[in-house]
């Protein structure tokens, strides 16, 4: 069946150092990417997206790349500050048209002080 | 901000019972959805709902489950005879469009613990 693939699985970073998490997916028809933000006891909060017409989008410290030719896509947190530490989940559209989202497992970021 | 909200938080159910789970969407939004997160695990789709009926459901999605818009408001989940596996976060999701997954919104789920 279809797949997101998302590595690493948790990432540990230094406050103000970047973060990079990185997806690919499997389903050609896909054209919708959006990332999710987890803390814990919460349920996902989207904290940006990108589409297949695009091949960067960017807001404030979050960056989403996409390249769709290899299907692969990638969120950048720059400047990385302690209330960034949740779970990431990258996710992708099924079949293009549908509205299902197929996620990836989560990458758990740690932000140390 | 507007919000998805879900009731209940947590709900605790012996295995073979019935279980309605409960959102309230974004007022504005037209097309719902349920997501299922088993403990550690991925987020699952289990079924979109638009216009008083299903759009997608996955194979999760069988018999066993159903949903319903009841009134203006209110979208539900409803699970029968309930079996240990169904243990998991269930997610409520609202957006304003159905084509191609954009922009849903989640509600903080129900956490359904099985016994």
């Known amino acids: 069946g279809e797949n997101v693939e998302q590595h690493p699985s948790t990432l540990s970073v230094q406050e103000g150092d970047s973060a990079v998490i990185k997806c690919t997916y499997s389903?050609?028809?896909?054209?919708?990417f959006p990332w999710y933000k987890q803390e814990l006891g919460k349920g996902p909060q989207l904290i940006i997206d990108i589409r297949s017409n695009v091949g960067e989008k960017k807001d404030q410290r979050i960056a989403v790349t996409l390249n769709k030719t290899a299907k692969h896509f990638s969120l950048h947190i720059t400047e990385t500050q302690p209330e960034d530490s949740a779970v990431y989940f990258c996710a992708a559209n099924y079949g293009g048209s549908q509205g299902n989202l197929i996620f990836g497992k989560g990458t758990k970021l740690s932000v140390k002080p | 901000e507007p919000e998805v909200t879900q009731t209940p938080s947590h709900q605790v159910t012996q295995m073979g019972q019935e279980v309605i789970l409960r959102c309230v969407p974004i007022s504005n939004h037209l097309y719902f959805y349920w997501y299922r997160q088993i403990l550690g695990q991925k987020v699952e789709f289990l079924v979109s709902?638009?216009?008083?009926?299903?759009?997608?459901k996955s194979e999760i999605f069988d018999d066993q489950f159903s949903v319903e818009r009841p009134d203006g408001s209110n979208f539900t989940l409803k699970i029968r005879s309930t079996k240990l596996e169904d243990s998991a976060m269930y997610f409520c999701?609202?957006?304003?469009?159905?084509?191609?997954?954009?922009?849903?919104?989640f509600g903080d789920g129900t956490r359904l613990s099985i016994l």
């Open positions: 709902f638009y216009n008083n009926e299903i759009s997608e």
């Open positions: 999701a609202s957006s304003t469009s159905g084509t191609g997954g954009e922009s849903q919104h």
């Open positions: 389903d050609s028809a896909s054209n919708y």
